[in-house]
């Protein structure tokens, strides 16, 4: 268990559909990562929040969006879903977000039908 | 802008074997390195990471890996692989002092351990 807690595991969803993925990083980790894993693109990130502010953006689409909550939970939202929307998505935590390599949680596998 | 070429999509070997994953970056600025490992089903765990300081980094599992900035390279070696190493596994770099550590990750190489 790497402390990086994410749910559902599982999601099934329809094309056109928006969903939730959460993730509670580890105990006392401010920072937050969302990346995405696909058989087209691989591992690619998506964006970074830190004690509740957007800190990085990567390759994430305009129909998703993320934030951090006080509690310091994080939550990615995918809407108007397509199939080629289906991957894995992980968060991974860190202490600060200036620490280089950081903690991943087993991810949510997305699969859009 | 980064990039990260693992130069072998698949990697089959047998037990007790000597390995070699090859990894090769692209960065006009100083990097951070990273080996992930990926179990079937299971998340990213790393292996090891370069920061600073010695080349030559062990980590987890009897892996090691050694930064090679005249070749951009950062291979990772095991001496002898057991079943268990059986997984995924992905080479990643950062900017130093970024600010933001993202990775970007290369394509990641399967090690197949033959009994």
């Known amino acids: 268990d790497s402390g990086v807690t994410q749910t559902p595991k599982h999601l099934i969803t329809a094309t056109g559909q928006r969903v939730t993925l959460r993730c509670s990083p580890r105990?006392?980790?401010?920072?937050v990562y969302w990346y995405q894993q696909s058989l087209d693109q691989g591992l690619q990130f998506l964006i970074q929040?830190?004690?509740?502010?957007?800190?990085a953006k990567g390759n994430i689409l305009e129909r998703f969006s993320a934030q951090q909550f006080p509690d310091l939970h994080s939550e990615l939202n995918l809407s108007s879903l397509e199939l080629g929307d289906s991957a894995l998505y992980f968060c991974?935590?860190?202490?600060?977000?200036?620490?280089?390599?950081?903690?991943f949680g087993s991810g949510t596998r997305l699969t859009v039908v | 802008a980064q990039s990260v070429t693992q130069l072998d999509s698949q990697v089959p070997v047998f037990e007790e074997a000597p390995v070699e994953l090859r990894c090769n970056y692209s960065?006009?600025?100083?990097?951070?390195l990273f080996w992930y490992v990926q179990y079937p089903n299971q998340g990213l765990q790393l292996l090891l990471k370069?920061?600073?300081?010695?080349?030559l980094v062990k980590g987890i599992n009897g892996f090691e890996a050694e930064f090679n900035k005249s070749q951009t390279s950062f291979h990772l070696r095991k001496p002898s692989v057991h079943i268990s190493d059986t997984a995924e596994y992905f080479c990643?770099?950062?900017?130093?002092?970024?600010?933001?550590?993202?990775?970007?990750f290369g394509k990641g190489t399967k090690l197949s351990v033959i009994p």
């Open positions: 991974a935590s860190s202490v600060d977000g200036n620490s280089p390599g950081y903690t």
């Open positions: 105990s006392g980790d401010l920072s």
């Open positions: 929040y830190y004690n509740g502010e957007e800190r």
């Open positions: 960065s006009s600025v100083s990097v951070y």
């Open positions: 370069y920061l600073s300081g010695s080349t």
């Open positions: 990643a770099v950062s900017e130093s002092g970024a600010g933001s550590y993202q990775l970007t």
